[in-house]
C-alpha cells in the first residue's frame, strides 16, 4: 500500500505549506526519470483578442519569485505577453505520472539575470539568437542559414558574442500552482496551492 501523508495524499506530495518547496522535489524526481527536457513546460498565452495559443518552452530557473524562460521579444508568445501577461504553464512527466500547473502573471527578467544566462549559452545558440526573427515567414532555410554565416563573420569570437536587446527572459509570477499524480480508475490526487492577496499561500484538495 502507498504511504500517505496527513492530508491522506501519496507521500510523494509532501507536508510542506511552500509550493516551491515541492516543485523542487518533482523536478528532481523528473531529471532522474525523463529521458529528454525534463524541463519541458506548455506555456499558454492569449493575444488581444483573448486569441489562446500554447507552446513548448524550456524551463531555465526558478525560485520563489516565479519560473523563468528566455525568448524573443518580438516572437509570437512574447507579442501576446506584452498585451496580456496573464499566463499559464503545464508540466506533464509521463515516467512519473506527474503534472503540475500554474497560473500568474509574467514580468521581464533583469538585464543583468539575462546577460548572464545569455553568455552561458553555446556559441550557435547565441548567433541563432541574432539571426532567427523569430515567428516571421522565410522565403526558405537558406535564407536562414545565410544569415547564421553573417552573424559568425560579425561575431568570430565565441567568448565575445553580445545579447540581443530583443532577446531577454519572461518570468511566470505564480499565484496557483496545483500539483497532479495519476490514480487508479482514474481517481486522481490533485493538490492546490493559492496564494492570498496577503500573500499566503492556501492548500486545498481538489476532486479529481
Not at 509532501?14 to 506548455?42: M, Q, R
Not at 523563468?68 to 507579442?79: A, E, H, R
Not at 515567414?137 to 530583443?166: C, G, S, T
Not at 509570477?173 to 499524480?181: A, T
Amino acid at each position: 500500500m502507498n504511504q500517505k501523508n496527513s492530508l491522506g495524499l501519496n507521500i510523494c506530495f509532501g507536508e510542506t505549506d511552500k509550493p516551491i518547496d515541492l516543485f523542487k522535489v518533482w523536478f528532481e524526481d523528473a531529471k532522474k526519470t525523463e529521458i529528454n527536457d525534463p524541463n519541458a513546460v506548455a506555456l499558454a498565452t492569449s493575444d488581444i483578442n483573448s486569441v489562446p495559443s500554447v507552446r513548448m518552452v524550456l524551463l531555465k530557473d526558478f525560485n520563489d519569485e516565479g519560473f523563468v524562460f528566455y525568448t524573443n521579444l518580438n516572437s509570437k508568445k512574447s507579442g501576446d505577453l506584452k498585451n496580456n501577461p496573464n499566463a499559464a504553464m503545464c508540466f506533464h512527466w509521463k515516467s512519473l505520472l506527474r503534472q503540475i500547473r500554474i497560473v500568474g502573471k509574467i514580468n521581464l527578467v533583469n538585464n543583468n539575470d539575462a546577460d548572464e544566462y545569455y553568455s552561458s549559452r553555446a556559441y550557435g545558440s547565441r548567433i541563432g539568437a541574432w539571426a532567427s526573427n523569430q515567428s516571421t515567414k522565410l522565403r526558405n532555410r537558406e535564407e536562414l542559414y545565410e544569415k547564421i554565416e553573417k552573424f559568425k563573420k560579425k561575431y568570430p569570437d565565441k567568448d565575445n558574442v553580445p545579447r540581443p536587446h530583443y532577446w531577454s527572459g519572461w518570468n511566470l509570477c505564480p499565484y496557483v500552482i496545483e500539483f497532479w499524480l495519476d490514480g487508479e480508475n482514474r481517481i486522481h490526487e490533485r493538490l492546490q496551492y493559492k496564494k492570498t492577496e496577503k500573500g499566503i499561500w492556501e492548500k486545498n484538495l481538489l476532486s479529481p
